[in-house]
């Protein structure tokens, strides 16, 4: 499955869509409830048999949850739990821990991951990096860390920096549904950028056995990191999303604060979208002044010694020439057919949209691959 490595803004649009028999032409799902019911019995899931009815089953609950119900999310993406306000949480799901290092001392908002200074003492974990207490010569903090080059790991972007994938997976458990639910389906906790699950934690498809991160490269180069990530990632943020107030969210004190490497990866949603044609992306105008009103909140909150990586658009025809014959596990269509199949069902309401989450790119048109590349790169 490649659906993490997409980026895909809905599942549905790669997964579901595979199901769809290519007779059935243009679907309007209406009420959404009523679509995922039509959903199952176009699909034929009372038909299926062994793997590919646990499939079938997953991919309706999957439906049920993303086209019926929606994700649920923490609207203003901050942990739902934070007590004390400094934007860390004690909890996993909900903009807590599985986002953000863990808060260690929820009731006091001078105990954070990635503090730089304090004068409480040696015996007071003040950056949560589990490093405390000293000897004769001064507190371990001291000794050990501080003159290690500290720095954390900030993400900024969209579903493929949160790692975007409901469990799919014929046999995923109950319990692994209640955690991607809690997680807006992200799994940062197993992402490239703040993983820190190990493989066997982690939906096994995604992997080859291993996980990896640049946060886990950072602690693992010096411990004193221990805890300090932030992966600000939501599910379809475009640049004017992030612009106006997802980076807002980035919990770092220009003064008190270690510095941190940021992954900025905008631009995905600006131009994928789930409408057919070009008229819901971004102009490039509207994408420069987005991204420097984000460069320009960079440079005038993060603290000295931070970097910033500029992380590209994927090229959409390098997407199709990848992608478009490999084949899906359990059923004899190509994702090609699928992206076919699924950009002809219209999910109704007062748009054209549609369920293939990133229409121009996922689609049998190259020159509108190639067309959408270059101009929003102009």
Same mark, same amino acid.
């Given at each position: 499955m490649k659906i993490a490595l997409l980026g895909l803004s809905l599942a549905l649009s790669v997964s579901a869509s595979y199901l769809f028999a290519p007779s059935i032409g243009r679907v309007n799902l209406g009420e959404p409830c009523k679509g995922?019911?039509?959903?199952?019995?176009?699909?034929?899931?009372?038909?299926?048999?062994?793997?590919?009815?646990?499939?079938?089953q997953a991919l309706v609950q999957t439906c049920e949850f993303i086209v019926c119900y929606g994700i649920p999310e923490v609207n203003d993406h901050k942990p739902i739990e934070d007590i004390d306000g400094d934007l860390f949480s004690t909890i996993f799901g909900l903009r807590g821990t599985a986002w953000r290092g863990e808060d260690c001392d929820d009731g006091n908002a001078q105990v954070y991951p990635g503090r730089a200074q304090s004068n409480a003492g040696p015996n007071l974990d003040y950056n949560c990096n589990k490093v405390v207490g000293g000897n004769a010569t001064g507190s371990y903090e001291d000794i050990f860390c501080k003159s290690s080059q500290q720095r954390g790991v900030v993400l900024v972007g969209d579903s493929t920096g949160a790692h975007f994938g409901p469990p799919i997976y014929p046999f995923a458990s109950?319990?692994?549904?209640?955690?991607?639910?809690?997680? @807006?389906? #992200?799994? !940062?906790?197993?992402?490239?950028?703040?993983g820190y699950f190990s493989a066997s934690q982690c939906e096994q498809y995604f992997y080859l056995n291993k996980?990896?991160?640049i946060y886990r490269r950072l602690?693992?180069?010096?411990?004193?990191?221990?805890?300090?990530?932030?992966?600000?990632?939501?599910?379809?943020?475009?640049?004017?999303?992030?612009?106006?107030?997802?980076?807002?969210?980035?919990?770092?004190?220009? @003064?008190? #604060?270690? !510095?941190?490497?940021v992954l900025h990866q905008v631009g995905a949603n600006d131009i994928c979208t789930p409408h057919p044609g070009m008229d819901h992306m971004s102009t490039p105008q509207e994408f420069y002044d987005n991204n420097i009103k984000i460069l320009n909140w960079y440079s005038?909150?993060?603290?000295?010694?931070?970097?910033?990586?500029?992380?590209?658009?994927?090229?959409?025809?390098?997407?199709w020439n990848t992608m478009n014959n490999v084949s899906y596990p359990y059923f004899d269509l190509t994702y090609s057919n699928a992206w076919e199949l699924v950009g002809d069902i219209y999910t109704g309401g007062n748009d054209d949209r549609t369920l293939n989450a990133c229409w121009a790119w996922y689609f049998q048109?190259?020159?509108?691959?190639?067309?959408?590349?270059n101009l929003k790169s102009t």
């Open positions: 995922c019911d039509e959903f199952s019995r176009r699909i034929g899931c009372q038909n299926q048999t062994g793997i590919e009815y646990f499939a079938c109950p319990l692994t549904w209640e955690t991607v639910i809690e997680t @807006e389906f #992200d799994w !940062p906790q197993c992402s490239y950028s703040t996980t990896d991160s602690w693992k180069r010096n411990h004193c990191n221990y805890g300090d990530y932030q992966n600000t990632g939501v599910n379809g943020a475009r640049s004017s999303s992030i612009s106006q107030k997802i980076v807002q969210t980035i919990a770092r004190n220009i @003064e008190d #604060d270690q !510095p941190v490497i005038q909150n993060l603290p000295k010694g931070s970097h910033v990586v500029l992380i590209g658009i994927i090229h959409g025809e390098m997407m048109l190259e020159i509108l691959n190639l067309k959408s590349f």
